[in-house]
């Protein structure tokens, strides 16, 4: 396509007198990584051709996202290498993929994991061996830069998420008596990451009740404290407090320390430990190759991917748990998993636009909005002169129903998106406009697993967590929530029972 | 008559001369790369010119009282023309698109004058020589121009009175030629009005140019300003004022060529003597090459490898002739590589290992220059550091951000490195401070080189003494993931602009 003679002589007559016509830039884009199509076979019950060849393997993985890979890792490192991980997606990554223009590698989800504390032991040992921790601390470069995070409030920048400035002696005793409880809560040892080893029933009746219920009996009715919780809850869980159980709320305040420096991320986000993990047990990756049956048998189990066969004798199921009754034969539908759509969209910005004054940050938020703001990609960058860069805009649906929302994402194109990620931006960055050359969106039906009120303590989810049988369960979801560390655990647990199993059933 | 009528030619064609050298002089000034503004405005000046004579046929009656329109309409934009251009350049963003369109107006008049002027006075005389004459006066009037501007107007009148004088001559040459043509002129008188209140006004422009100058200059610089770029990476100024250069990036003083030699030899000597047989050094920052000219007096150093972020900062370095005579064309030096490169990925991703190693980075003002004062970043450059090698850090004033710099030297010490403080005075920045570093203990040199200025080895142990307004504060360290140097930094030049 040629330029038109008109543009052709704006520019070139723009050039001569030495000025740059200064209008919006053109802006590219598109959705990107979409899989609910192959996803909505499955719903829709499809048939498959059926398979033309079987093979024999010991241990097969559904799913190549973080729960998955550490389940590859775990039985990588005990030295057992019979083994294969499939993935529906062209990339394995799961919600930690990740992908990279000239600028930058940028996150297409999960941008950061929490300084773990001691009790996160696995992730403790991946990041020793991948050199993020070193001989006990933590390494600068992988430490979140400072500034750090920043909220737009009243027309300016504040440093920090969490409200500071203009707070009433109301609001500042309400946020006080909130981190006294927070620190009750921390000191049972019954918050912790991984959830499951302080989980206790004496607290499944915080699990009943939403974590708005529980701060109004609390008596916590300041408007920017339940502002700061809402948006805790729709960033960690892409549900609003309204919709969260009150145990995973207090949850993501009491489950860490309140000095933690850091959190630990990279360019790319957790894509950089999808691309340490893949350096390690890629080979036994195979990415394109959608599952469509598992079927329990006699001495193993059947799982069907593209025209293979594998009978194995475990199956180590790391895809989104919601997926399980449409695959595994005889496997009940579920009732208690729920989850949040979610949209991410990352910018190419050909120059940095100008803000309401204030350093930029790590991650950008804005109290008058129902996204989450957006993360910079360059932020973790060692050079001192950056003139471009990719944001990664973060926005879960949270109001209203996950299925509606759902729809809306499926049914709008991507100039409507485009057009709401702009809108939003412009309340922070007038200029954003003249700026962004490129947006791409990546739409997730069923991004987070959504803690809703008894989802958490559900007989559904404590059986699903009980590693037995031959099919073996391991995404995140099955701790109520997505996020890292319990992916890890899940996937390392998993394998553990796994090989555990293998040796114990082997005959002697 | 006749010589009258010659002088009239001579007189434009140097006012004409004059309106496009002071273009190009203001572009090189305000811009740089004079090269690139006198070619650019020569250019479409003769081009403009081109433009007016081929207009000129299209006009067929009212010759002479054309000609005294455009005379009077020259000596109107042209006079105005330098002091027009100050205040857009100080006050707007539309300076280089008004500069040619004066300079393509002014050559389109200039253009028309010649061919008109010839077809007025054709009667009275033969063609070749009207031809003849015109021209021979016209290159005079073109000679003695391009002498006075550089001789005189400059230096005596400056660019704005120097215009407004030209423009007077020129409205001068309007009135003139209403009584040399009186024959062939209707509505004299008219013009006369028109040229009177003309002269008068720019003779006002004339006598209130400082007042313009100062109010432009004011926007500006305090010194003459020999160059102004703007890079991709930084905005780069020079100025001079008698025998002082003075070098500003992103409005920071760099240096005053009165006093670097202070800073320089303090930078370099005290760590570079130290080394029993330095070989390979690194220079990281430092793109004016004035380290590097002092690490040149060690006969010993086989290689220099410089990294310093912007292009135009080593190139202009190494080919300005004012600054090439300040670095003694250190840059030209068979031992230097340059390497234009961002200091933190270079030195993260480089294996080789260095003797000594200068870290000349400007002051932590923002967060991104401080990522090179954090404790990742000591620790990658130790990594480069030769058995017996040592490295030496630029780190602000131990007098006006006492806190800074005791962070910098806190940070160095948490990379695993022992620390050695020092100071001196440099009277353009100050107390400054400086600190040496390395994995073996250190001890000041007793021997430099010969022929230095200020460092002298008598001197050199008392650099290391800090009096009490200066003494060690209890600070923490410098991490990429707290960036606590900045705001250290930010508070110690707020405490004392207040």
């Known amino acids: 396509m040629s330029p038109s003679r008109r543009k052709f002589l704006q520019s070139t007559g723009a050039a001569l007198v030495g000025l740059s016509l200064k209008t919006d830039q053109p802006m590219r884009g598109s959705f990107v990584n979409d899989s609910f199509q192959q996803g909505h076979l499955l719903r829709d019950r499809a048939s498959f051709p059926p398979p033309k060849q079987k093979l024999k393997i010991p241990i097969v993985i559904v799913g190549g996202g973080i729960a998955g890979l550490s389940a590859a890792w775990r039985l990588h490192k005990k030295g057992f290498k019979d083994f294969i991980l499939l993935e529906m997606n062209d990339q394995a990554g799961g919600n930690s993929r990740w992908g990279e223009n000239e600028i930058s590698a940028y996150p297409w989800a999960a941008h950061y994991v929490p300084v773990p504390g001691p009790k996160a032991v696995y992730v403790r040992e991946l990041f020793e061996e991948l050199g993020v921790l070193k001989d006990g601390k933590w390494q600068e470069r992988y430490l979140c830069f400072a500034p750090q995070e920043r909220l737009f409030m009243f027309g300016r920048w504040q440093e920090g998420i969490e409200p500071a400035i203009a707070l009433s002696q109301k609001d500042r005793e309400q946020f006080q008596r909130f981190e006294d409880k927070v620190h009750e809560f921390r000191a049972t040892g019954k918050f912790t990451v991984p959830m499951e080893i302080g989980l206790s029933d004496s607290d499944a009746d915080l699990d009943r009740i939403s974590f708005s219920d529980w701060l109004r009996q609390q008596s916590m009715d300041s408007k920017v404290l339940r502002w700061y919780m809402n948006y805790c809850c729709r960033d960690d869980y892409g549900a609003t407090s309204d919709q969260t159980s009150a145990w995973a709320g207090i949850q993501y305040f009491a489950s860490r320390e309140p000095e933690e420096k850091g959190p630990l991320t990279w360019p790319e986000g957790n894509g950089w430990i999808v691309q340490r993990l893949l350096e390690r047990v890629g080979r036994f990756v195979r990415t394109g190759q959608m599952v469509h049956r598992i079927a329990p048998q006699k001495n193993g189990v059947s799982v069907s991917a593209g025209d293979t066969e594998y009978l194995a004798e475990f199956v180590i199921f790391a895809a989104p748990t919601f997926i399980a009754p449409y695959l595994i034969e005889g496997l009940a539908p579920l009732r208690d998993f729920e989850y949040s759509p979610w949209l991410t969209a990352n910018l190419t910005l050909d120059r940095i636009p100008s803000s309401y004054g204030g350093d930029p940050t790590w991650d950008s938020v804005f109290m008058e909005s129902p996204t989450l703001g957006y993360v910079d990609a360059t932020h973790q960058s060692l050079r001192t002169h950056i003139d471009r860069t990719v944001w990664t805009f973060y926005w879960a649906l949270a109001e209203g129903s996950p299925s509606e929302n759902r729809q809306l994402l499926l049914n709008r194109e991507w100039s409507y998106w485009k057009e709401a990620i702009l809108h939003d931006l412009e309340r922070v960055h007038p200029e954003i406009r003249k700026c962004v050359s490129r947006v791409d969106i990546m739409r997730m039906g069923h991004a987070m697993a959504r803690p809703k009120p008894g989802a958490i303590f559900s007989a559904e989810h404590r059986n699903l967590r009980k590693t037995a049988g031959r099919v073996l369960f391991a995404n995140s979801d099955l701790s109520g929530f997505s996020i890292f560390e319990e992916a890890q655990y899940r996937g390392v647990m998993a394998a553990e029972a796994a090989l555990h199993k293998m040796y114990s059933d082997a005959p002697r | ?498």
């Open chain 2, 1 to 498: 008559m006749g010589i009258l009528l010659f002088i009239t030619v001579l007189l434009i064609a140097a006012c004409g001369l004059i309106y496009e050298l002071i273009a190009g002089t203001l572009a090189s000034y305000l811009l740089g790369d004079s090269v690139l503004q006198f070619s650019t405005i020569i250019g479409c000046y003769l081009f403009a010119m081109g433009i007016g004579s081929a207009i000129s046929r299209y006009i067929d009656r009212g010759l002479a009282y054309r000609f005294v329109w455009i005379e009077l309409l020259l000596g109107v934009i042209g006079g105005s023309s330098s002091a027009l251009l100050f205040l857009a350049f100080a006050y707007t963003q539309g300076f280089q698109l008004l500069m040619y369109a004066l300079v393509v107006i002014i050559g389109i008049l200039v253009g028309l004058e010649i061919p008109l002027l010839m077809r007025i006075i054709r009667g009275r005389y033969h063609f070749r020589d009207v031809v003849a004459h015109v021209l021979t006066f016209d290159y005079l009037g073109a000679l003695g121009a391009s002498l006075l501007f550089p001789i005189l107007l400059v230096p005596y009148l400056g660019l704005v009175r120097s215009a407004m004088l030209f423009g007077i001559l020129n409205v001068g040459v309007a009135l003139w030629s209403t009584f040399l043509f009186a024959n062939q002129l209707a509505r004299a008188p008219v013009l006369r009005g028109i040229s009177f209140v003309a002269l008068c006004a720019l003779g006002v422009g004339f006598a209130e140019a400082k007042k313009i100058t100062i109010a432009a200059e004011d926007n500006i610089y305090a010194d003459e300003i020999i160059l102004a770029r703007d890079t991709r990476y930084q905005h780069i100024v020079l100025t001079r004022f008698k025998d002082d250069i003075r070098l500003f990036l992103n409005s920071h003083l760099q240096f005053s060529s009165r006093d670097e030699y202070r800073y320089h030899e303090a930078l370099i000597h005290p760590g570079l003597s130290a080394v029993s047989v330095p070989r390979h050094v690194l220079v990281l920052g430092g793109g004016d090459g004035l380290a590097v000219r002092e690490i040149l007096k060690y006969p010993q150093v086989e290689t220099i490898t410089l990294v310093d972020l912007d292009p135009e900062m080593t190139r202009l370095f190494s080919t300005h002739p004012m600054l090439t005579a300040l670095n003694q064309k250190s840059f030209l030096s068979h031992k230097v590589h340059v390497i234009n490169a961002d200091a933190f990925p270079w030195i993260d991703s480089n294996t080789d290992s260095f003797d000594f190693i200068v870290i000349d980075f400007p002051d932590p003002t923002n967060y991104s220059l401080g990522k090179l004062y954090t404790t990742a970043f000591y620790k990658a450059a130790a990594r480069h550091l030769s058995v017996q090698g040592l490295m030496v850090v630029q780190s602000t004033s131990p007098m006006f951000a006492r806190d800074s710099y005791w962070c910098i030297a806190k940070t160095i010490e948490d990379a695993g490195l022992r620390t050695y403080p020092y100071h001196v005075y440099v009277p353009s920045f100050g107390e400054w401070g400086f600190v040496i570093a390395g994995t073996h203990s250190y001890s000041p040199p007793t021997a430099l080189p010969q022929g230095l200025r200020f460092v002298d080895a008598k001197g050199l142990a008392a650099l290391f003494q800090f009096p009490p307004d200066m003494a060690p504060m209890e600070v923490p360290a410098n991490h990429l993931n707290d960036q606590v140097l900045v705001r250290l930094y930010d508070k110690d030049w707020k405490d004392i602009s207040h």
